[in-house]
């Protein structure tokens, strides 16, 4: 029989994706709770421990408290919240994170979904540390836009459907004034960086889409490092990786502007390095789905490494 399957919290932005995804699939069943038990924790508590997989589509402190319910050992846990991303016991759920990743996820009982941002951050970073170009106490700055689909509902009501009466959200924002987004100790801890990185997120109005940027000046690398270097060290740690395209440099060069909205509908990632030589300048660019690889999608990929292995 087929394993079992239970989205808790299915019915927001990230949980209706993945339901909709995994409609009709065969090689695996839905378990759903009728609308008024949705709410229950004791209905919600003997549903995650009478399935097989469990994905999490909650508020942080309702995952740790969900995962906490789980007693019966076999019940295998995909987290989409940030509750577990630098926690030990997790197993980082981005499986192009480095070799053998992947199959770590295959075999983990739990499985921490990376945060959207993190996602191009971490596809960026982690190559070109582990291959040297990228000293890990270099002062890395990122900076990225999401559609207002990132926001969640709240987001996507505010745009869409606002309330009578309440102002329209201005057409760009940024937010994480404080420099203590959640995202900054989960891209510091997987791309091996001893140094804490800036990080500037930004929302504009359109509903789905990121283009995350990462600026590098060659004479703070390591002596020799060259646009080619960088190049070549994504192109090689994803050579193999379908999910993940690296633009050839001709085609970095000739691009005029990032489309955020470019791989919408997909959940691909799409990875440029752009340079201006006589200067020195380097910039690492990523585009991709917020709703795709940045949530849903990454949730289905890491389900179907626990369905079939790596």
Same mark, same amino acid.
């Given at each position: ?13 990230? %949980?209706? /994706?993945?339901? +909709? ?26 549903? #995650?421990? =009478?399935?097989?997989?469990?994905? #999490? ?16 050992? %076999? ?31 295959? *075999? ?22 582990? *291959? ?25 009501? *505010? @745009?869409?459907?606002?309330?009578? %009466? ?14 203590? @987004? ?5 891209? /510091?801890? @997987? ?33 020799? &490092? ?32 990032? =489309?955020? &909205? ?6 691909? #990632?799409?990875?440029?390095?752009? +340079? ?7 910039? #690492? ?6 709703? %795709? ?5 990454? *949730?289905?990929?890491?389900? =179907?490494?626990?369905? @079939?292995?790596?």
């Amino acid at each position: 029989m087929p394993p079992l399957v239970f989205i808790d919290g299915d019915q927001g932005t990230t %949980g209706l /994706q993945i339901r +909709a995804r995994l409609a009709g699939r065969r090689d695996l069943r839905l378990l759903s709770l009728p609308e008024a038990e949705r709410k229950q924790p004791e209905r919600r508590a003997q549903a #995650l421990n =009478d399935c097989d997989i469990a994905i #999490l589509c909650l508020p942080d402190d309702a995952a740790r408290e969900a995962a906490a319910w789980v007693r019966r050992p %076999g019940v295998r846990l995909i987290d989409a919240s940030s509750a577990h991303r630098t926690d030990p016991g997790w197993t980082y759920g981005l499986p192009e994170l480095c070799p053998g990743q992947a199959a770590r996820i295959a *075999a983990s009982p739990r499985i921490s979904n990376p945060g959207c941002y993190p996602t191009g951050a971490l596809a960026l970073l982690r190559p070109l540390v582990d *291959a040297g170009l990228l000293p890990a106490d270099h002062p890395v700055s990122i900076h990225a836009v999401s559609g207002y689909s990132g926001r969640g509902r709240a987001g996507i009501e *505010a @745009h869409e459907a606002p309330a009578a %009466g309440e102002p329209a959200p201005p057409p760009f924002q940024l937010y994480g004034l404080a420099l203590a @987004h959640k995202h900054v100790a989960e891209i /510091q801890q @997987h791309a091996g960086l001893r140094e804490r990185p800036f990080f500037v997120p930004a929302y504009g109005a359109f509903r789905q889409g990121i283009v995350l940027t990462v600026p590098l000046h060659l004479r703070l690398l390591p002596a020799g &490092t060259t646009v080619a270097a960088l190049h070549a060290a994504l192109q090689a740690r994803y050579a193999a990786t379908p999910r993940v395209q690296v633009l050839p440099p001709a085609e970095a060069a000739a691009l005029a502007h990032l =489309d955020p &909205t470019a791989l919408n509908g997909s959940d691909d #990632l799409r990875l440029a390095v752009l +340079a201006n030589p006589a200067h020195g300048q380097v910039l #690492l660019a990523a585009v991709f789905d917020n709703l %795709g690889k940045g949530a849903a999608g990454a *949730a289905v990929q890491n389900l =179907d490494l626990l369905l @079939h292995g790596a």
